[in-house]
């Protein structure tokens, strides 16, 4: 049977995993699709000797970030379980019982971390200053009538009021701990700062992130800084970092090992990600990773061993992301972890010799692995999706290699459908990954869109131009401040070597991508007709407009400069200048609550390709942000994969259906054929 839009509801994602003290026991969360807008979220735990794995918490909300207690017989775990949506810290014996609800907090719950002890658990929650003024930060029963509401007016007064997932409206994020012996919570920061990743070194001793510096908001300077919990006094700031991603880890004799990012243009969204040790006994900075020329996998904190002598990291290198074991002293290189044949691990857990990890590969969406930190052949403790497996007609792509115009050596991979006859030709579609700084390998987040293309009768292609993370950092390098320059030349010379292929039909080309792919979709059809079609998704069109909208503007502003000095290096550097240029029936796709990629982007482009009389239409999805295609509510994530298939199959010799924009476009004339002919 071969992939279905529909298929993505039955498939199941592995996250978060997270091994006992003993290292016998994996807790991890399993997500499927569950209805029309929502997930079921639950947590399994896995054992590592018999590699079986069972239901820990029963369906019941949305849970997530199991926590073993530091005696392991108890998990803390965040849901959404209880009188309403707010997910609220919960416990449950590991030996059986019921669960029991820890706090009743109005911000929600998250980042949960046990004191060594296991007599607190820290925690974030972001509040307004009226909310801590009324203590329902720390108990909503203060105040049982209250319900938050949206401002009405909502007046601005931060440079940056709304983030990745919604508006600020005066909420500040700060640390709270839950005394797990008496069930009390306690706010332990306050103010107009935010803290984030909570982290403990000894029992008296919480780490934690701010960001204090000039104007917080138009920098990314961090402050790792160490709390005396017994008086709840700063003790000092450990250390100064920059990035996207401050967090890091503590050991209980006062080192901390951290993320760093150089904030030099074109900034640290683009630079290497290092990973620094500071001694508070010494005073000393190190950076472990000097002769590692990959970056630190984005969302990876370091991760101590028991022992505090060894770190661990997830590394993307050449189109697998492996684990690597890093020396806190500098003394000894970084080593690759053997695990066996990795592809793409996602998420990692270390304790007592043991390594966790969730791993997507070309042939499975998601499961868990464990192995020894010595190394070797990595077990598989999950069969989320063994069952759907067995039932579809699953593709292996091929790797491939090409030398490019500036002798740039740029990895791709080639999907070709089921019954696969090299005689034949085929329609193919080019995809395009987000980022820039990214890196796309045999699988990930994109298996179901990728098995799904070749499943209705494409040739599917994906490659790591310039620009891309895992080939050093000249690679990356490279676009800074020329989106559209190397990353465009790589991408047509991986174009060429396709349609060098006998069974490539080079009249029958298709271009899509998202976000930094979304970009470059439309900056193709704007600089090339050699496609028959394309579907740009939640891009970054208008470079002064996304300067103006994006919580993220400090990329912009480090790879372009600000706009009102160098007005026209936006505009050059923005596809809608190119709207005129364009020839290619394009397909725009956008969510209405995207707000690192606002959707104004989209609503420019489209009027653009309207007035200058491209074929296209333009798709506005509600209630979703910018994560629709990985995490969108499922009957969004299946329409936007029937929509592009039905774009594209208008425009493909090889199908049966018009183009949509011949057709009265009714939901009917919207549904692709599952068949090619």
């Given amino acids: 049977m071969r992939i279905t839009p529909s298929d993505y509801t039955e498939i199941s994602q592995a996250s978060e995993p997270c091994l006992s003290p003993d290292g016998e026991t994996i807790a991890y969360v399993k997500q499927t699709p569950s209805g029309d807008q929502e997930y079921e979220s639950t947590i399994y735990t896995a054992s590592v000797s018999d590699e079986e794995s069972q239901r820990f918490t029963q369906e019941a909300g949305i849970d997530s970030t199991p926590r073993w207690s530091p005696d392991g017989s108890q998990l803390a775990f965040v849901s959404t379980r209880g009188n309403d949506d707010t997910p609220q810290l919960w416990l449950l014996p590991v030996d059986g019982g019921e669960a029991k609800q820890l706090t009743d907090v109005v911000g929600g719950v998250t980042n949960p971390t046990w004191s060594p002890d296991g007599r607190y658990i820290a925690f974030t929650q972001k509040a307004t200053a009226a909310e801590r003024e009324g203590n329902l930060d720390l108990d909503q029963g203060n105040d049982p009538e209250y319900e938050r509401e949206e401002p009405d007016p909502r007046v601005i007064g931060r440079l940056v009021y709304r983030e990745h997932g919604g508006y600020i409206d005066g909420r500040r994020q700060h640390i709270y701990l839950c005394d797990t012996e008496g069930d009390e919570v306690q706010r332990f920061t306050d103010g107009e700062l935010d803290y984030a990743n909570p982290d403990w070194g000894d029992d008296t001793t919480l780490y934690a992130t701010v960001r204090r510096t000039g104007d917080p908001d138009d920098n990314l300077v961090h402050d790792i800084v160490a709390f005396d919990i017994d008086t709840g006094e700063e003790e000092e700031t450990v250390v100064q970092t920059t990035g996207w991603d401050p967090s890091f880890s503590a050991t209980s004799d006062g ?203 494409y040739v599917v292609a994906w490659c790591n131009p310039r620009g891309s993370t895992g080939y050093g950092e000249e690679h990356t390098l490279a676009i800074g401040g020329d989106w559209g320059g190397p990353d465009y030349r790589d991408l047509m010379a991986f174009t060429d070597e396709l349609v060098g292929r006998s069974h490539v039909d080079e009249e029958n080309l298709f271009v899509t991508g998202g976000s930094f792919g979304g970009f470059m979709t439309s900056w193709i059809v704007g600089h090339t007709t050699r496609f028959s079609g394309a579907v740009t998704q939640r ?64 609503d420019t482009l489209y009027r653009f390709y309207r007035k200058n009389g491209v074929d296209t239409r333009y798709i506005r999805y509600p209630r979703e942000g910018h994560e629709l295609s990985r995490a969108g509510e499922p009957t969004h994530v299946v329409d936007r994969l029937e929509r592009i298939l039905r774009w594209f199959n208008g425009y493909s010799d090889y199908h049966e259906e018009p183009p949509v924009v011949e057709t009265d476009e009714t939901s009917e004339d919207w549904e692709p054929s599952t068949k090619s002919s």
Avoid at 308 to 332: A, C, F, K, R
Avoid at 373 to 385: E, F, I, K, M, W
Avoid at 544 to 549: C, E, H, K, P, Y
Avoid at 563 to 581: C, F, H, I, L, N
């Fill in 539 to 602: 891009g970054v069109y208008d470079q002064i407009a996304q300067f103006g909208a994006t919580d993220t503007y400090h990329s912009n502003e480090k790879q372009l400069g600000l706009p009102w000095e160098d007005p026209m290096k936006y505009w050059e550097s923005s596809p809608v200048a190119y709207a005129d240029q364009v020839e290619t029936p394009t397909l725009i796709i956008h969510s209405e609550e995207d707000y690192r990629v606002p959707i104004h982007n989209a």
């Fill in 255 to 457: 080192r901390v090992a951290f993320r760093y990012s150089d904030d030099e243009p074109p900034g640290p969204s683009m630079r290497l990600t290092e990973v620094r040790v500071a001694d508070r006994d010494t005073g000393e900075v190190r950076t472990v990773t000097d002769s590692l020329s990959r970056r630190v996998y984005r969302g990876c904190t370091p991760v101590w061993d028991d022992d505090e002598d060894s770190l661990y990291i997830l590394v993307p290198d050449e189109g697998t992301v492996d684990v690597y074991q890093l020396d806190p002293n500098g003394e000894l290189e970084p080593s690759r972890v053997d695990t066996g044949e990795t592809e793409h691990i996602e998420a990692l857990s270390v304790r007592n010799g043991n390594l966790a990890f969730t791993q997507s590969t070309a042939t499975a969406p998601s499961d868990v692995f464990v192995t020894s930190t010595d190394g070797g052949a990595a077990a598989r403790v999950s069969q989320l999706n063994d069952d759907f497996l067995d039932q579809r007609d699953i593709q292996t792509p091929e790797e491939v290699w090409v030398e490019t115009e500036d002798g740039i050596d740029v990895q791709g991979w080639v999907l070709t459908p089921p019954e696969f006859d090299e005689s034949e030709s085929y329609p193919t579609v080019l995809e395009i990954h987000g980022g820039p700084s990214i890196m796309w390998t045999t699988s990930g987040t994109m298996w179901h869109e990728f098995q799904l293309l070749a499943a209705m009768g």
